[in-house]
């Protein structure tokens, strides 16, 4: 009987070692290792330098402290920014409702010797036009003057205010050689232009073949 009791306890004993081996082992085993990308996910490509640049980069249009009122006093129609876009320089100018005194410079309505609209017309220029204002504050004696003699003067005048090719304010600042052939100096930064002292009122004005900037003062060049 004793016998017995011994064999059945020895058998419990090791069943319960063999468990327990069993279980640590279980316990023991590494956990499997989570699966990894044979690569590493692509990243969103980025915008190129020049991209970055471009996407910076102001968007062009007028410039100078008398825009707003231009666009407000012209703010639709052949006149309008927008529409001396459309035509090229002379006939966009006489489009223009401040611009009357210029237009009649350069057709003949001062002066009838003068003729220059094809002449404007005809190639790329940047035109520094004096608005109507500007005509109306000449002294009687230089109007006179330009309405007398056979055109020469006026000629001289208007081609002074007229560089060849077409140059936007971020270039315009510097000695400018006329179509005159004298020079012009223009001073500033784009958003505050002067030339030879006078006032750019708004700048960048594009027609169809030239870059305006409407002036406050006639210019007149070295005797």
Known sequence: MKRHLLI?????????LTAGCAGGEEAAAPAPAEETSSSAPSEEPSESPSEMEESM???AGPVGPGCADYAATVPEGAGSIDGMAQAPVAEAASNNPILTQLTAAVSGGINPGVNLVDTLNGSEFTVFAPVDSAFQALPPETVAALQADGGELLTSVLTYHVVPGKIEPDAIVGTQTTVQEG????AGTPEALTVNGANVVCGNVQT????VYLIDSVLMPPA
């Open 8 to 16: 059945g306890s020895l058998l419990t004993t090791t069943a319960l």
């Open 208 to 211: 169809a073949n030239a870059t």
């Open 57 to 59: 980069a102001p968007a």
């Open 183 to 186: 020079t012009l100096e223009v």
